[in-house]
């Protein structure tokens, strides 16, 4: 349901995908750097009101995620 879902959904999950695409080809800093605005982003989008409770949770927790796979991750 992609297709769906909200301009803000559709831009963190865009951030998402480059996180997942920058870790795939062994690109440490852009992961990091996406990694660090999907955090951002999403409390920005949240305080905006741009994002309900449970979308803001869901976003945090995959920040958190990214978080724990990468650490210890530099060059």
Known sequence: MFFFRSKACRE???IINDIDQYLMNNYK???HESRLKLEKRTEE????????????HAYMLKFRQYTYKMQ????
Do not use: C, P, R, V
Request: aromatic share 10%; charged share 25%; no cysteine.
């Open 29 to 31: 800093d852009l992961a």
């Open 72 to 75: 210890g991750y530099h060059h």
């Open 12 to 14: 963190l999950d865009n």
């Open 45 to 56: 989008l949240f305080s905006e009101g741009k994002l309900n409770e449970k979308q803001h």
